[in-house]
């Protein structure tokens, strides 16, 4: 099955750096890549996804990056913020028999310093 | 605005009881999954549902069953609680079958097993 591997597992970063966040698969038939942020206590919430005919996808100040021939992708946040603190997942799915799942890395704690 | 509601937010159970945990969503959604979240370890699929009446096994399924009967509504179920059980339930729903959908989560489930 797919394997996600997420690093690192946490980031302290002050206001205002980038934060880079790096995630790596073993499925090379995986195509959809999500983000989810998940702030304390609160249920995780898709931020970011891209798939796999496209290399980059930019929202104001998050960007994805996916390189399928080393099969990696990465969450890239510019000018953080304290409310940017949170744990994020990074997700890889594929299509099974007409559903698809998700595999999960086990989660980066961003911590955003005033 | 897509709405999962989880039955409860904590519970408390005995070892070797039976558990039931309840996920109910309001956009008519095919897809339904649980999954199960420790810390360092992400989130784990236990079980998902693609229609009424169909399951189908995640990752980690030892241990629990599910049940789908409505559409809305998908149930996961603890037939023997253990200790190791212990732990944070999430359920989360998505449109179709169709690839790369983002998953909408509920607000979690926290379970203690005594």
């Known amino acids: 099955g797919e394997n996600v591997e997420q690093h690192p597992s946490t980031l302290s970063v002050q206001e205002g750096d980038s934060a880079v966040i790096k995630c790596t698969y073993s499925d090379s038939a995986s195509n959809y890549f999500p983000w989810y942020k998940q702030e304390l206590g609160k249920r995780p919430q898709l931020i970011i996804d891209i798939r796999s005919n ?9 960007a994805v990056t996916l390189n399928k021939t080393a099969k990696h992708f990465s969450l890239h946040i510019t000018e953080t913020q304290p409310e940017d603190s949170a744990v994020y997942f990074c997700a890889a799915s594929k299509r099974n028999s007409g559903y698809s799942t998700l595999t999960f890395g086990k989660g980066t704690m961003l911590l955003v310093s005033p | 605005d897509v709405k999962v509601t989880q039955s409860s ?18 956009m008519d959604h095919e897809n339904m999954f649980w999954y199960r979240q420790d810390p ?75």
């Open chain 2, 40 to 114: 360092g370890l992400g989130l784990r699929l236990i079980y998902f549902s693609y229609d009424v009446k169909m399951k189908e096994k995640g990752d980690i399924p030892e241990g629990y069953s599910v049940s789908r009967e409505k559409k809305e509504r998908f149930s996961l179920i603890l037939e023997s609680a253990s200790t190791n059980q212990t732990s944070m339930y999430l359920c989360a729903s998505k449109p179709g079958q169709s690839w790369g959908e983002t998953q909408y989560f509920g607000p979690g489930t926290r379970l203690l097993v005594l």
């Open chain 1, 54 to 62: 496209v290399g980059e996808k930019k929202d104001q100040r998050i």
């Open chain 2, 9 to 26: 937010r904590y519970l408390v159970k005995r070892t070797g009881e039976k558990v039931f945990l309840e996920c109910v969503q309001d």
